[in-house]
């Protein structure tokens, strides 16, 4: 990835789920935990898609983990983010940060 | 919850497997699917999880699969896959112009059934919130037949007050009113409804008012209001006809109000009338004219039932000789209007239109194993080459996708085509088809169309994937044009096409016996000359000839005209035509005992006017026919027909005897005093049906004074002339009267047998598709099996093999399925002309001679369709064939 762009707002979203999810990144409690804080449903082919990509960008890689008999014994895949995955989501929220100062005031008015 | 949660449908697996990575990539997505089915299991059931389970399969398969393979950017993007599918199906045009017409003819087919079922069933009353109004319908046990009388008025008026759980309530009849004088009188449909119709059905009138309880009084004004088309038509501009007068059954009404346009409630209604309310006395009638609806803001009908079976509970209390054997249900408006016989109609059609769907669809994925079984080796290559074995026979998913796209077109065009055909062969003046009723390609179809094209694309391209996918890329490669056994194709095709043939032969003989019906209509034998045969209706219902005798007197003149004027050779009226279905009465026989119920039976009834048979050319086979002495304050005369004297009287002769005809207070009882032919008094009801039995009676009409007849002459010059011949008598004895809707026999033969020839039509077009769609099929097998056994057909003729031997091998491959087909479409034939015994006019249900013709028919489609592939076999040379691997 270029050093002075930006992953897309979905791809973020799911780098920084990852990166909440620390030790419990799986592809289903990504899922989940995008429906629980911003309130978005993810579509399953959306998400392995969006994660192959970042895979594909070095920003995130996996690890196995055995399944259970639930699982009819198939194995899991644990997401973890890559130093470069870290560097990213480092640089998006200070980004984010710099764009929003000095801003208070038109938001607290509501009004444009 | 805990415990075992059963495994995930394994098919389902196998979808997700072929589009799913390889690798722990693949394995981990499916192992989520696994997790998320279980918790789906325990939190909804089993059925829900795998409905869940299954759509998921589809949208992962799209959203994953599709998506992988364009995000890739490999050499094979879908574009890319589209261009050769499209090149592929141009090396063969003739292959994917049949192919596109099969699917097209299918979904075409398809379509119009839809259209068909979801203009009458599903699109329902044009008035806001549909769903809501409730009709409260009559249904009475002891009146045999499908012609339930509805609610007497004050039946209407004790429902309107005592029930309680519909939101408002009201009521309507159907009417027919006559508007204008003398020339320019026209008979129109109307309805007398109450002033809070408007209340429940919540459609406003377009300029002007709503009726108001003041317009439902004795005494006052008489107002109207009318549709848009009408007021259009009279005045130029609906607001135009506000405030003006127009005569309706020979009173002044002002026109108080106009509807919107697709306002026609309840059916194809002109005009509405306010209901007069007036005081309910004296005894409750049994049953009446008088439909009841109301709106119900609850989706549960069942506190409504409770609440007017309660009311009616009431009735059977206090007037058990009145309501017993009543009962009351709670339809929505569509059910109310449509059920039992109609319904059992459409249930065949759609029967009918899947067998064509899933003969198209199997033969189409036919034609494409044949594409794939020589193709081996391309799959092969592609496999080899590392793209996996579902990505090797994409090319197939492309082709069945280019195919459907075409079919769908085609489909379209074949729909629209029959839609708009059926809407005219349908159209309200042949058959007084209610508005609510409407048959029209809408966005519902669109919608249909391409689910069904969508379907034909996944099952068409998915056959031959599943089955190559079975097979490693070496044998592929040694499988091609050897017809090595290690290809299953051929097992999966020859059951396809039993199945087609199976299918076919059903279909063709539904349309080969509809098609019969048809025949049998157009030369059914009249018993009486039809063609100088006219008929006009007189409409004597309104207040002003309600005076003693008025009725009589009109009649009486009306029998003499056919005496008198030249250009009518004879003439008389009649309150049911020949060949329109006459209404039944009860019948009883004298000397029969105390007239038991058992022993009443039901007959058709029509009153008729001397000059009647004369009219017809009808001469009495015994006794006589009416006398002008045959008047009211005489003695009640009868003439029966012949099938009334050998059903009632044993064959004896029924001149003499005494019936009684009707039952209950109108029971009256006449002397028969002569017997004439059968007149069709049955209509074109199904023969063999209680409907269709054609024993009736006549009376004298003389005696009867009906509100309304039919004058039929037959006409001795210019049709023209007759007809202003009786114009003009009719003006001259009250402006009034006027002949309405004149029209000749074959007219009325036209719209009395439209439902034959229409839905027979139907059936015919459907057989014919399917022929059509299983020579294909027929074709498709046995080509692709010399196809693929040109190597052993060249080993063979090396050998020594004569061309009838040859031959013989590939009649074996035809002859064998077809065999196999018919037996089985033979037991399914029976079972389809059970149902559609109902469209059937005149014909058997297991007549011999469709049976054999469809036999026939269908092994002549099997030789032709393999004379190509023979001829071909035949001229395999057998160098070439040995030296091609």
């Given at each position: 990835m270029p050093a002075n762009s930006y992953p897309g707002e979905f791809e973020q979203m799911v780098l920084v789920a990852v990166l909440r999810l620390r030790q419990d990144a799986f592809a289903l409690s990504i899922i989940r935990e995008l429906d629980r804080v911003v309130g978005r449903e993810v579509s399953r082919g959306a998400l392995y898609r969006a994660l192959d990509r970042l895979e594909s960008k070095g920003l995130v890689k996996w690890e196995v983990e055995e399944g259970g008999p639930e699982r009819g014994g198939k194995r899991r895949r644990r997401f973890r983010l890559t130093g470069a995955g870290l560097a990213i989501v480092r640089k998006c929220y200070e980004a984010q940060q710099r764009l929003w100062v000095g801003l208070e005031p038109e938001l607290d008015r509501g009004t444009p | 919850?805990?415990?075992?949660?059963?495994?995930?449908?394994?098919?389902?697996?196998?979808?997700?497997?072929?589009?799913?990575?390889?690798?722990?990539?693949?394995?981990?997505?499916?192992?989520?699917?696994?997790?998320?089915?279980?918790?789906?299991?325990?939190?909804?059931?089993?059925?829900?999880?795998?409905?869940?389970?299954?759509?998921?399969?589809?949208?992962?398969?799209?959203?994953?699969?599709?998506?992988?393979?364009?995000?890739?950017?490999?050499?094979?993007?879908?574009?890319?896959?589209?261009?050769?599918?499209?090149?592929?199906?141009?090396?063969?045009?003739?292959?994917?112009?049949?192919?596109?017409?099969?699917?097209?003819?299918?979904?075409?087919?398809?379509?119009?059934?839809?259209?068909?079922?979801?203009?009458?069933?599903?699109?329902?009353?044009?008035?806001?919130?549909?769903?809501?109004?409730?009709?409260?319908?009559?249904?009475?046990?002891?009146?045999?037949?499908?012609?339930?009388?509805?609610?007497?008025?004050?039946?209407?008026?004790?429902?309107r007050r005592n029930q309680r759980t519909l939101n408002q309530v009201s009521t309507y009849r159907t009417t027919q009113v006559v508007v204008g004088l003398a020339e320019n009188a026209s008979r129109h449909t109307a309805a007398l409804i109450a002033a809070n119709l408007w209340e429940v059905l919540q459609v406003p009138p377009m300029a002007g008012r709503e009726f108001s309880d003041d317009d439902a009084q004795i005494g006052v004004e008489p107002v109207v209001i009318l549709a848009e088309w009408f007021a259009r038509e009279r005045f130029g501009e609906p607001r135009l006809a506000l405030g003006e007068v127009i005569r309706i059954d020979g009173a002044e009404t002002r026109v108080v109000g106009v509807m919107p346009p697709e306002f026609r409630f309840p059916e194809n209604q002109d005009l509405w009338l306010p209901l007069i309310e007036e005081p309910v006395v004296g005894l409750r009638e049994r049953g009446g004219a008088f439909s009841v609806l109301g709106r119900s803001l609850e989706d549960d009908t069942s506190a409504v039932r409770q609440d007017v079976a309660a009311v009616l509970a009431r009735w059977q209390d206090e007037h058990p000789e009145t309501y017993d054997g009543v009962s009351v249900g709670v339809e929505t408006f569509i059910e109310s209007q449509t059920g039992g016989e109609l319904s059992q109609l459409f249930l065949a059609m759609v029967v009918a239109v899947t067998f064509v769907l899933v003969i198209a669809t199997a033969n189409v994925a036919n034609l494409m194993m044949t594409r794939a079984a020589t193709r081996t080796v391309q799959v092969a290559t592609r496999a080899a080459l590392g793209g996996g074995t579902f990505r090797a026979a994409f090319p197939f998913l492309a082709e069945a996708l280019l195919i459907s796209l075409g079919g769908a077109a085609i489909g379209l065009g074949v729909g629209w085509a029959a839609v708009d055909g059926f809407d005219r062969a349908t159209?309200?003046?042949?058959?007084?088809?209610?508005?609510?009723?409407?048959?029209?390609?809408?966005?519902?179809?669109?919608?249909?169309?391409?689910?069904?094209?969508?379907?034909?694309?996944v099952l068409v391209g998915l056959t031959p994937v599943m089955q190559l996918r079975r097979l490693s890329p070496a044998v592929l490669m040694r499988d091609d044009s050897r017809g090595s056994s290690s290809l299953r194709v051929g097992r999966v095709m020859r059951s396809l096409v039993v199945v087609e043939v199976a299918l076919s032969c059903a279909l063709l003989v539904g349309s080969g016996l509809t098609a019969r019906s048809i025949l049998a209509l157009s030369s059914y034998e009249y018993p009486f000359a039809t063609e100088p045969l006219l008929a006009a209706d007189i409409d004597l219902a309104a207040a002003k000839f309600d005076a003693e005798g008025e009725r009589a007197r009109i009649y009486g003149e009306l029998s003499r005209l056919g005496a008198e004027h030249p250009s009518i050779a004879a003439g008389g009226l009649t309150t049911a035509l020949p060949a329109t279905f006459a209404p039944f009465s009860d019948i009883a026989?004298?000397?029969?005992?105390?007239?038991?119920?058992?022993?009443?039976?039901?007959?058709?009834?029509?009153?008729?006017?001397?000059?009647?048979?004369?009219?017809?050319?009808?001469?009495?086979?015994?006794?006589?026919?009416?006398?002008?002495?045959?008047?009211?304050?005489?003695?009640?005369?009868?003439?029966?027909?012949?099938?009334?004297?050998?059903?009632?009287?044993?064959?004896?002769?029924?001149?003499?005897?005494?019936?009684?005809?009707?039952?209950?207070?109108?029971?009256?009882?006449?002397?028969?005093?002569?017997?004439?032919?059968?007149?069709a008094m049955a209509g074109f009801a199904t023969p063999g049906t209680p409907d269709g039995d054609p024993s009736g009676a006549y009376l004298s009409l003389a005696q009867e004074e009906p509100e309304a007849a039919t004058f039929l002459m037959s006409v001795a010059g210019e049709t023209e002339s007759a007809t202003a011949a009786l114009r003009a008598v009719l003006t001259g004895i009250d402006p009034d009267v006027a002949p309405l809707d004149v029209r000749s026999f074959d007219e009325v033969i036209r719209r009395n047998s439209w439902f034959y020839r229409a839905f027979g039509t139907v059936f015919v077009i459907f057989g014919v598709a399917a022929l059509f769609i299983a020579a294909t099929g027929l074709y498709g097998i046995v080509s692709f099996g010399v196809a693929r056994r040109r190597q052993e057909i060249g080993v063979r003729v090396a050998l020594g093999a004569q061309p009838s031997g040859v031959l013989r091998l590939v009649a074996r491959q035809a002859g064998g399925q077809l065999a196999l087909g018919l037996c089985a479409g033979l037991v399914l034939a029976w079972m389809v002309s059970r149902v559609i015994v109902n469209l059937m006019f005149n014909v058997d249900p297991r007549d011999p001679l469709v049976f054999v013709s469809v036999i026939g028919a269908l092994g002549a489609v099997g030789v032709f369709a393999s004379l190509e592939p023979a001829w071909r076999a035949l001229r395999v040379d057998a160098v070439e064939a040995l030296r091609a691997r």
């Open positions: - | 919850m805990s415990g075992r949660v059963p495994e995930p449908p394994r098919f389902v697996d196998r979808l997700l497997r072929s589009v799913l990575p390889s690798g722990v990539r693949g394995e981990s997505i499916l192992g989520d699917a696994y997790d998320e089915w279980a918790v789906k299991v325990r939190a909804k059931g089993y059925l829900r999880a795998l409905f869940w389970y299954g759509l998921h399969a589809v949208r992962l398969s799209f959203g994953y699969g599709l998506g992988r393979w364009f995000s890739r950017g490999s050499v094979h993007g879908l574009t890319t896959e589209l261009k050769v599918a499209a090149r592929a199906l141009l090396r063969t045009p003739s292959a994917a112009v049949v192919s596109m017409t099969v699917i097209g003819l299918g979904i075409g087919l398809a379509m119009f059934m839809f259209a068909i079922i979801y203009g009458v069933f599903l699109r329902g009353l044009n008035v806001p919130d549909a769903h809501q109004i409730l009709v409260l319908s009559r249904a009475d046990a002891t009146v045999p037949g499908s012609f339930d009388p509805q609610w007497s008025y004050a039946d209407t008026v004790d429902l159209s309200a003046t042949l058959t007084g088809r209610p508005s609510y009723i409407q048959f029209e390609i809408g966005i519902e179809s669109w919608l249909f169309s391409a689910g069904l094209a969508f379907v034909c694309t026989l004298e000397n029969d005992g105390d007239l038991l119920r058992r022993d009443q039976r039901q007959v058709h009834t029509a009153s008729v006017g001397t000059g009647f048979f004369a009219a017809l050319g009808v001469e009495p086979i015994d006794g006589r026919l009416f006398r002008r002495s045959d008047e009211a304050g005489q003695r009640r005369v009868a003439i029966v027909n012949i099938s009334l004297q050998q059903s009632a009287f044993d064959g004896e002769s029924a001149v003499g005897r005494r019936i009684r005809l009707g039952s209950g207070a109108e029971a009256t009882w006449v002397d028969v005093v002569g017997v004439v032919p059968d007149l």
